[in-house]
């Protein structure tokens, strides 16, 4: 129900936007959230927003570099991915919580996940 997309190999410095398009449910009222795991390590929070937008959520390592947003109209979510970096490199997910009550940062506290999409940045 959740597909992201966008992931591709990319330079340092370069950009990208991942996108999460939802179908079969609405997902306007969930916490969305995206969470990376690179190989050999655990998945790891992101960066997730609000059922409206209005809160936007970021782990230190991507802080300032990566903006997350939605456009509920449309049911999707995306990660603009900007300065990627080659520890940016990882298996992208996006997820749905529908517990707008929950901690955004633990990855058990979401209901829905994604396939996954790998963005792999070269030095």
């Known amino acids: 129900q959740l597909q992201a997309s966008g992931g591709g190999s990319v330079q340092a410095g370069d950009s990208l936007r991942l996108s999460c398009a939802a179908s079969g449910r609405t997902f306007s009222m969930y916490v969305m959230g995206w969470f990376r795991q690179a190989s050999g390590k655990e998945r790891e929070f992101v960066s997730a927003?609000?059922?409206?937008?209005?809160?936007?959520y970021y782990a230190d390592s991507v802080k300032g570099r990566f903006t997350i947003s939605r456009d509920n109209a449309k049911n999707t979510a995306y990660l603009q991915m900007n300065s990627l970096k080659p520890e940016d490199t990882a298996v992208y997910y996006c997820?749905?919580?529908?517990?707008?009550?929950?901690?955004?940062?633990?990855?058990?506290?979401?209901?829905?996940w994604g396939q996954g999409t790998l963005v792999t940045v070269s030095s």
């Open positions: 927003i609000s059922w409206s937008g209005g809160r936007t």
């Open positions: 997820a749905a919580d529908r517990d707008y009550s929950n901690t955004v940062y633990r990855e058990v506290n979401y209901d829905y």
